[in-house]
Each structure stands twice: as structure tokens, then as C-alpha cells.
């Protein structure tokens, strides 16, 4: 079974621009969640999608969005690029709605580099 | 707010010795508690897991106990190896979000 893939592995933009990011679910799972990761911070949530509703949101400005497709597949978008938001971005599938007893099952990330 | 407080690194040790990574946590109601994994270049894996107070969660002779009269979940291996450096990361869920530590970076040498 392939497990979650995202693309692009790397990507370098300039402050000012938009992009998007892909992720592939497991196949079967339907929530897909997104998380920043920079180091000291740790892993920061951004949100979960649950059949293709954004389900709930963590703490970021409205720069960052997503979206979720009938086949599970998701994206994230961010747009008018700041150099803190250089990052790794991670995206995390599991089979039904984050619960207390479910499991998340990672991708590689996006390593982003804003300049 | 809900939160996972876990102890900074880096930590290097060598192959064989003992292994002990804090972590508390902050939270309302019943959270399930987690350790995963990440090796340079990947994703984090799920390393073990509890779900209630009290629950002994193990993996690859990793274990970790729920402390709920002290808000714990410290990582402990008796004797790690090479293959163990990684980053872990201490985590919970309330069951809408998972929360993370900010992650220990473990370099075990020969």
C-alpha cells in the first residue's frame, strides 16, 4: 500500500509570490491534516480536511488556506509569501476524523524556502 | 490551552546506554498520548502510544507510561543503538486536534 505522498519534495520562492502544495492520501483514508514545522516550534497545526470540509483550523493568518478533493487528495495554498514561512510542511492522513485513539500516518513534507 | 512540553536537546549518548526524553502535558478531559519518530528525511512515524491513564504504550523496546497524577509521558529505552538517531516528538490528542512537542534530537554514537 503507498503511503502519503506529497510534491513537491522542494521548492524555492521569492516573498510576494503563491503556492501550492499536494498531498496524496493513503489510499481509504479520508483526513488529511496539515502542519508547519520549523525548528524550536516543533510541529504547528494548520487544519484538517474530512471529506472534502475543512473540519477544524489551527492559529494561522488567512495567507493559508486549503482544500480537500472527492478522491481525498488535498492542497495547500499560500499565498503572498513572507520569509517566515520558510518551513517543512507536512501532511498527515488517517482514516476517519482526528479522535483521540486515531492514527496519523505522515508524508516526506514540502521543505519550503521563501527568499 | 492544550499543550505538550517536552525536553530540549540535542542528547547524545552512547550506543548501549540508557535512554530517559521528559515530556508533560497540559490538558482538558482524557487525551490520548503519543510518541512518534522522524529520521532524517522523513516523515514522522508512529513510535508507540496510550490512550488512558496508566496505559503502558512500547515499541522496539521503547516504553512510555501515562502519569496522569503528574501530567507525564517520559520516553525510556534501556539500551539504544545507532539506529535510534532520530528526532522524537511527544504528542496528544483531545480528540479534534493533535498537539506536538517541539521535538529531541537524539544522536547515538558507536
Known amino acids: 500500500k503507498a503511503g502519503v505522498t506529497q510534491t513537491p519534495r522542494y521548492l524555492i520562492k521569492t516573498r510576494g509570490q503563491q503556492v501550492t502544495l499536494s498531498c496524496s492520501p493513503i489510499?481509504?483514508?479520508?483526513?488529511v491534516s496539515w502542519y508547519q514545522q520549523t525548528p524550536g516550534q516543533g510541529l504547528q497545526f494548520l487544519f484538517e480536511?474530512?471529506?472534502?470540509?475543512?473540519?477544524n483550523k489551527g492559529n494561522f493568518p488567512g495567507r493559508f488556506s486549503g482544500r480537500q478533493f472527492s478522491n481525498s487528495r488535498s492542497e495547500m495554498n499560500v499565498s503572498t509569501l513572507e520569509l517566515g514561512d520558510s518551513a517543512l510542511y507536512l501532511c498527515?492522513?488517517?482514516?476517519?476524523?482526528?479522535?483521540?485513539?486515531?492514527?496519523?500516518?505522515f508524508g516526506s513534507g514540502t521543505q519550503l524556502s521563501v527568499l | 490551552g492544550d499543550s505538550v512540553t517536552q525536553m530540549e536537546g540535542p542528547v547524545t549518548l552512547s550506543e548501549e546506554a540508557f535512554l530517559t526524553i521528559n515530556c508533560t502535558y497540559t490538558?482538558?478531559?482524557?487525551?490520548?498520548l503519543f510518541w512518534y519518530v522522524q529520521y532524517p528525511g522523513e516523515g514522522l512515524q508512529l513510535l508507540l502510544k496510550?490512550?488512558?491513564?496508566?496505559d503502558k504504550g512500547s515499541n522496539k523496546g521503547f516504553e512510555a507510561t501515562y502519569r496522569k497524577e503528574t501530567t507525564s509521558f517520559h520516553l525510556e529505552k534501556g539500551s539504544v543503538q545507532v539506529s535510534d538517531s532520530a528526532v522524537y516528538f511527544c504528542?496528544?490528542?483531545?480528540?479534534?486536534?493533535?498537539?506536538f512537542g517541539t521535538g529531541t534530537s537524539l544522536t547515538v554514537i558507536p
Open positions: 498527515a492522513s488517517s482514516l476517519g476524523r482526528t479522535a483521540t485513539n486515531e492514527k496519523l500516518f
Open positions: 489510499s481509504g483514508h479520508r483526513s
Open positions: 480536511y474530512f471529506s472534502e470540509t475543512q473540519r
Open positions: 490538558a482538558t478531559g482524557y487525551p490520548s
Open positions: 496510550a490512550t488512558k491513564a496508566d
Open positions: 504528542a496528544l490528542s483531545t480528540g479534534n486536534q493533535f498537539y
